[in-house]
């Protein structure tokens, strides 16, 4: 096996979001069903969320249903749930033990009774955890999440609340469900396609995005400080020139 990537620990992006891709495939791959590339998919998701808190990743947002997935069939969808039901009940403790803080975003009055339930149980026991924000994207669709900021803000308006002049990004930010959250550094994509798939669009305007074949049962750690030393090779100019971006770090450092 070859060593894992060298990274360097002053560069580690502050947010990390994650299409969890491949389950599927993964399963087909070694002649299993679906269900256990979910299955084992729930390890990488421990991996991944262990290995970013000794990093010192800040936010990490996982992709975990989409709002198109309720499409799949019955028997898929109840399996997803009831995993991540049994994920959440069981990993409460090891979250508060390591410092993180549970938040979820997405359409969260589609979700089942008694997930939602013990979702709100983990997000208020782990509500005062300062160490890493684990954001999770349950029913999440950027598309719905855009309506529902703009019908946030026009009720506003009607109420005069808001003005129309004072609207400005800002304002999108604050009403979208990622409202407190940076915008994501990196974007990590495993299954190998080169699609966002309704994830964060408004959010992801200037984030690096990764896309790697390695199914989501495969990705762990090694993978994950692939992509970070990936990212680290990088140069993010946001719209100005690489010289100026350089001149401005070469400021900063001295
Ligand atoms: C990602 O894996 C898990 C979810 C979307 C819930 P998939 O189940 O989409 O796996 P593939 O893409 O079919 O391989
Ligand atoms: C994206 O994967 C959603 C999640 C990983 C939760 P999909 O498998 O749903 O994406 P498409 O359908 O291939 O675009
Ligand atoms: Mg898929």
């Keep these: 096996m070859s060593k ?19 389950n599927g ?24 969320i262990k290995s970013c808190r000794l990093l010192g990743v800040k936010v990490l ?10 499409q799949r069939p019955e028997q898929e969808v109840s399996t997803l749930m009831s995993l991540l039901k049994t994920f959440l009940a069981r990993e409460l403790t090891n979250l508060t033990q390591n410092n993180i803080k549970l938040r979820a975003i997405g359409q969260e009055e589609r979700l089942p009774a008694d997930v939602r339930e013990v979702l709100h149980h983990s997000i208020r026991q782990s509500a005062d955890n300062t160490g890493m924000v684990l954001n999770l994207a349950l029913s999440y669709g950027s ?3 855009i309506v529902r900021a ?49 994830f964060l669009l408004w959010q992801a305007s200037y984030s690096e995005i ?25 140069q993010r100019r946001f719209g100005k020139t690489g010289e100026q971006v350089a001149t401005r770090t070469s400021e900063e450092t001295s």
């Excluded at 495939?25 to 991944?48: C, E, F, P, Y």
């Excluded at 947002?61 to 309720?70: D, G, I, K, M, P």
């Excluded at 407190?180 to 966002?196: C, K, N, V, Y």
Aim: proline share 5%; net charge negative.
């Design 25 to 48: 495939r993964w399963a087909q791959h070694h002649k299993l069903l679906r269900t256990m590339g979910h299955k084992v998919g729930v390890d990488s998701v421990l991996n991944i």
């Design 150 to 198: 703009v019908r946030l803000i026009a009720e506003k308006c009607l109420r005069h609340e808001l003005s129309l002049d004072s609207i400005d990004m800002e304002t999108i930010n604050e009403h979208l469900y990622t409202c407190g959250l940076p915008d994501p550094d990196l974007i990590i994509r495993t299954g190998g396609e080169s699609r966002l798939s309704n």
């Design 210 to 234: 990764y896309i790697t074949d390695t199914h989501w049962p495969d990705f762990r750690e090694p993978q994950l400080l692939t992509a970070i030393a990936d990212y680290q090779k990088r």
């Design 143 to 145: 598309r719905d999440e």
């Design 61 to 70: 947002t996982l992709y975990a249903f989409s709002s198109e997935n309720w």
């Design 4 to 22: 894992p990537a060298k990274i360097d620990p002053d560069n580690i992006p502050s947010h990390i979001a994650i299409i969890m891709d491949g």
